[in-house]
């Protein structure tokens, strides 16, 4: 924005305190001006007459010493609230020093202001956290986003080898050909909607609605059911009421991405999934539990980035397109909710959704 040229801030408060102490100065040697005139009317001599003119006095006197102090004070208060104004913003400098390194696209630098709590700092200590947060946002963007390039790029380059060998080779059995394309194809138009929705709920752009979170986990189980039961995994759900607000159709995403993951990511034979849902201290609270391999602790915690799958990189002969714990993760901090990975003693994973619970009508 173009703005036309201005007095410093530092200007106007040495300005403001210069003014406000020649102010004072003047009020004070009103008042003893004032002072001095009413002892000199009140004077008088034997026969009733004035003992001596006061305000000639006064003038004579008094005004050239109250000229003198007021000079002294318009210069003591200039230097003083020059050097005191820029002392106190001393600490705005450093912060405005750190947002043009920002703006130069270095999210590295922190102010980290020392010093006693007040205003200036308080600022500070938000700037350095806000910087941290978009640090933090711009690294998982730029990883997310070459992922996604490596992703995408593999069904492509499988469409152009196999559009190249029937076009080379025209004996080639054209109807395998036409089937790896439609897995391919299907493969990339799957990826596409998973990054659609991921999009979709890193902007948070629904309308909310009020939702019951039990519905949700059973219109997961019984779609997911057939998948279950191929896969030979038993399915348990345990629902309460779980009044929520949100979108249903993230939310039923949410579960149904939940769901899915337990059931492909089990044992092999005679694997379980558990499906609760409940309220507890006003929250809404969806536990998807597996049993399956063990997994270690610090790599749990990278199960919800992209394109991550068990203690690897997805590939693209697995299950799925690698976003489904992204898309939880998006989804549930689209809802002001947290989402917890714990590992299980025994192996597998137990995954815990909290949600800020629907608070019902008064009636």
């Given at each position: ?277 409940g309220v507890h201290s006003g929250t ?26 068990g203690t690897e990189r997805i590939h ?48």
């Amino acid at each position: 924005m173009d703005r036309a040229p201005g007095l410093s801030v530092r200007l106007k408060l040495t300005l403001s305190y210069a003014g406000f102490l020649m102010l004072a100065g003047a009020l004070a040697l009103a008042a003893a001006g004032v002072f001095l005139l009413r002892q000199g009317w009140l004077q008088t001599n034997e026969e009733g007459a004035w003992k001596r003119n006061p305000v000639i006095d006064f003038v004579q006197g008094f005004a050239p010493t109250a000229a003198a102090v007021m000079v002294f004070l318009l210069v003591f208060g200039l230097l003083g609230g020059w050097i005191l104004a820029g002392r106190m913003l001393a600490p705005l400098a450093r912060i405005t020093n750190a947002t043009r390194t920002a703006a130069t696209g270095s999210l590295s630098h922190r102010i980290q202001m020392p010093g006693r709590q007040d205003e200036f700092r308080e600022l500070a200590d938000a700037f350095d956290a806000m910087l941290a947060r978009l640090e933090a946002h711009v690294a998982e963007q730029q990883r997310f986003a070459a992922n996604a390039s490596h992703e995408l790029r593999t069904p492509l380059a499988i469409s152009k080898s196999l559009l190249d060998v029937a076009r080379t080779d025209p004996s080639h059995d054209t109807g395998e050909v036409l089937g790896r394309l439609q897995a391919v194809n299907t493969r990339a138009i799957d990826l596409t909607e998973a990054l659609l929705l991921l999009s979709r709920a890193d902007q948070r752009s629904f309308t909310r609605e009020q939702v019951d979170l039990s519905l949700m986990a059973e219109e997961a189980t019984e779609t997911l059911l057939p998948l279950a039961e191929k896969n030979g995994v038993t399915i348990e759900t345990r629902s309460d009421i779980t009044p929520a607000s949100g979108s249903p159709a993230l939310l039923l995403q949410l579960t149904m991405n939940l769901v899915h993951n337990a059931i492909v990511h089990n044992l092999s034979e005679q694997g379980r999934v558990w499906v609760t849902t409940g309220v507890h201290s006003g929250t809404v609270i969806l536990t998807v539990e597996n049993t399956g391999e063990k997994l270690p602790p610090h790599l749990v915690s990278t199960l919800t980035e992209p394109f991550q799958r068990g203690t690897e990189r997805i590939h693209a002969n697995q299950t799925g397109v690698g976003l489904g714990l992204a898309i939880v993760t998006s989804i549930t901090r689209a809802h002001d909710g947290t989402l917890t990975l714990t590992p299980r003693d025994t192996g597998g994973l137990r995954i815990t959704v909290e949600l800020p619970a629907r608070m019902s009508p008064r009636s």
